[in-house]
């Protein structure tokens, strides 16, 4: 459950309610010493921040320094004005999952997932899929009513879609941990695309996630739903059991059978 939020605008807390103490890093091409320690105040008052007071100052690199300044801001945000799509699932426990596939679908939910394009980071992909998981939740392999594809890294667009569509999945994953110059963007709207021109996009729930990626950023590129950092496995599987199997009465007793 969502807290609501406060109806006047916020500022940030620090020692206490809307002092607006902020925190920020940079670095400076500078060697560590009074003067750098001045042009860090300052490039901080530059950013808005008032009474700066340089935390840290420590060389990274010859003739670089790291800088942690803390300082007070003025700017406030409103939330009553903030609308952001997001991803919303019922949350549910390992057992109700579990329990809604096999008695709405009757058989495994198939998800095929891959890192596309140039991209060789598979930490994402290997998260959500695999079965260690993530953070202590285990992945959709772990999970009796999935059957789970993990493609690895530098995966083509037409490889994915064609191993999904010969798997007849339900479920494409895509993970894009590689960002520069938007290319995760790029890949990601391009697979879309491929879908779309192959006639195949309305067969596939089709999720989009990486540490640049929100429900937002999926919706505009074309996909179903998006997930981004701190995004656990549980998270997925929930989405896609709503999206597949729908509403499902609650789990029965322990001391009744299950279907399998």
Do not use: W
Not at 28 to 57: D, Y
Not at 149 to 167: C, I, K, M, T
Request: glycine share 10%; aromatic share 6%.
């Amino acid at each position: 459950m969502h807290p609501t939020p406060p109806a006047k605008p916020l500022r940030a807390y620090g020692d206490r309610e809307g002092d607006g103490m902020v925190q920020m890093s940079f670095v400076l091409q500078l060697t560590p010493g009074v003067r750098a320690r001045e042009a860090a105040k300052r490039f901080s008052e530059s950013h808005g921040l008032r009474e700066p007071i340089v935390a840290t100052m420590e060389l990274c690199a010859e003739g670089y320094t790291y800088f942690v300044v803390y300082g007070h801001s003025k700017h406030s945000v409103d939330v009553s004005q903030i609308d952001v799509p997001e991803v919303r699932t019922e949350a549910l426990t390992r057992e109700e999952i579990e329990h809604r596939i096999s008695t709405r679908l009757g058989r495994k939910i198939i998800v095929v997932g891959a890192c596309t394009g140039s991209d060789a980071h598979t930490v994402g992909i290997d998260a959500i899929l695999n079965y260690k998981g993530y953070a202590g939740d285990k992945g959709l392999e772990s999970y009796k009513g999935f059957e789970a594809y993990n493609l690895g890294a530098q995966v083509e667009n037409d490889q994915l879609l064609a191993r999904a569509r010969a798997l007849d999945a339900d479920a494409i994953l895509v993970s894009q941990v590689i960002t520069q110059r938007n290319c995760h963007k790029e890949n990601g709207q391009a697979l879309i695309e491929m879908a779309k021109k192959e006639g195949v996009r309305d067969d596939f729930v089709m999720l989009f996630g990486g540490p640049r990626v929100d429900h937002k950023l999926a919706l505009e590129l074309g996909f179903d739903a998006g997930f981004g950092p701190g995004t656990k496995p549980a998270d997925v599987a929930g989405y896609l059991v709503e999206k597949l199997c729908g509403l499902e009465p609650p789990l029965p007793p322990a001391s009744k059978p299950t279907a399998k």
